[in-house]
């Protein structure tokens, strides 16, 4: 059985009681209920943060999402039971530091080729292309998890008023860089590949970068802030970004 850490105090508290799964032979799987706000993603990060920082026993690795936490394991350095024991002292008694998240300012350029879906989004919900790129690029957002693609990012905090249902039929394949809407969601994407997405933008960053350590430069709990480019500008960028620039403005 491990040794605990010292206690700590700060756990985040808005959140349904986490449950523990066991998924697989070396995983568990941490839920703090489905819904998508804040203080449970805060409370995934508290998670994380406790048992990267204290290196708990046996563990590979840790994987984040919207309101759970896969923690993979090694079966041969301990077992579930010890597992699941270290996480409810961790939920607990969660680390009393806090992250200062970083801000990013990605550049985008908006609608026409760019963003194909641009008018459509707009449209569903009776606003101009211009105030829907004003009210996109007003918001801050925060890095919620990665999935779907290489450095494909999701972010929280997209405005209600943009929701917009998938499209009915996924695009085949779309540039790397498109900034998407989904439901209440909204992505950064990363290598080329299909999407379901409406894409109202793109970034000339490179979020995914094979040969790159780490290869995305973003982090779950950055924020992120969108500031729009003129399409002449985009291909100097993009350029710009291919010879290893990153682009994106750290504040």
């Not at 990012?153 to 989904?182: K, M, N, S």
């Not at 992120?224 to 291909?235: L, M, Q, R, S």
């Amino acid at each position: 059985m491990p040794t605990h850490p010292p206690a700590r105090s700060g756990l985040p508290a808005e959140h349904s009681k986490p449950v523990t799964k066991w998924v697989a032979a070396d995983a568990v799987l941490v839920e703090f209920g489905n819904e998508i706000r804040p203080s449970t993603l805060a409370s995934v990060a508290a998670l994380e943060r406790a048992i990267n920082e204290t290196e708990m026993n046996g563990l590979v690795e840790t994987v984040p999402a919207y309101t759970s936490l896969l923690v993979r394991y090694d079966p041969l350095s301990t077992t579930f039971e010890n597992v699941e024991s270290d996480i409810a002292h961790y939920l607990s008694e969660p680390p009393e530091t806090v992250r200062t998240p970083r801000l990013w300012r990605i550049p985008v350029a908006f609608g026409d080729t760019f963003g194909p879906d641009a008018a459509l989004v707009a449209n569903a919900n009776v606003l101009s292309e211009r105030d829907l790129f004003e009210r996109y690029a007003s918001a801050r957002y925060t890095v919620a998890m990665f999935g779907f693609l290489p450095g494909f990012a999701y972010l929280a905090g997209l405005p209600p008023e943009l929701a917009l249902p998938r499209r009915e039929t996924p695009r085949e394949h779309v540039p790397g860089g498109g900034i998407a809407i989904g439901g209440a969601q909204t992505a950064i994407g990363s290598i080329a590949g299909p999407c379901g997405w409406h894409i109202i933008g793109r970034t000339p960053i490179n979020s995914f970068v094979p040969d790159r350590d780490p290869v995305t430069f973003l982090r779950v709990g950055d924020e992120v802030e969108f500031f729009p480019v003129p399409h002449p500008e985009f291909a100097q960028l993009a350029d710009a970004a291919e010879r290893g620039e990153l682009i994106a403005e750290a504040v």
